[in-house]
């Protein structure tokens, strides 16, 4: 069974990039007909879609977060991953990466707390 | 954009009461709408895709409706285990606000 797994620094500066990766395992992210997303919750608040990518490269993000995102994949090592620059404590939560399809999302890592702080 | 609006925000109720949510999208969406179900501290878990459609493993209580711009989760009869908060998605999109389902 296919299962994610974020990574990546839960601490970040004012003002970097916030860099976050998701390794898929039990089945290839090169499967047809899925899409790979990312997805933060703000502490105490509700859901915000970020983006997602296929397996071929072709990506789609929130406009409200567009001119800061970016979502690659990297079908060798089966992991996408998130870069989100000039971040503020207002990018302070948690992270969760997810496969898409037409059955909805599921399944979901079990999400990355990241900390915008000096 | 498409914006996804969920009422109620909270929804008191007790073990055993009908419990019905609803999603409107801010344009067509035809069917293309999941519900999830989250848990403090937990990833959300998917219960319903395709508006209407049981993801397999989800107690037959849970139920979706809806197309185009007007959809509902509801659950024939609250379990304790039910207690959570619900969030609406178009598929590829945004997220409804969520639902909190509280103890009556």
């Known amino acids: 069974q296919v299962q994610l797994q974020e990574s990546g620094p839960g601490l970040v500066k004012p003002s970097q990039t916030l860099s976050l990766t998701c390794t898929v395992s039990g089945g290839s992210i090169s499967s047809g007909g899925y899409y790979w997303s990312w997805i933060r919750q703000h502490p105490g608040k509700g859901l915000e879609w970020i983006g997602y990518i296929y397996y071929s490269g072709s990506t789609y993000y929130n406009p409200s977060l567009k001119s800061r995102v970016t979502i690659s994949v990297d079908t060798s090592k089966n992991q996408f991953s998130l870069k989100l620059s000039s971040v503020t404590a207002a990018d302070t939560a948690v992270y969760y990466c997810?496969?898409?399809?037409?059955?909805?999302?599921?399944?979901w890592g079990q999400g990355t707390l990241v900390t915008v702080s000096s | 954009d498409i914006q996804m609006t969920q009422s109620p925000s909270t929804l008191s109720a007790s073990v055993g009461d009908r419990v019905t949510i609803t999603c409107r999208a801010s344009q067509s969406i035809s069917s293309w709408l999941a519900w999830y179900q989250q848990k403090p501290g937990k990833a959300p878990k998917l219960l319903i895709y395709?508006?209407?459609s049981l993801e397999s493993g989800v107690p037959s209580r849970f139920s979706g409706s809806g197309s185009g711009t007007e959809f509902t989760l509801t659950i024939s009869s609250l379990q304790p285990d039910d207690f959570a908060t619900y969030y609406c998605q178009q598929y590829r999109g945004a997220f409804g606000q969520g639902t909190k389902v509280e103890i009556k």
């Open positions: 395709k508006a209407s």
């Open positions: 997810a496969r898409g399809g037409y059955s909805g999302q599921d399944p």
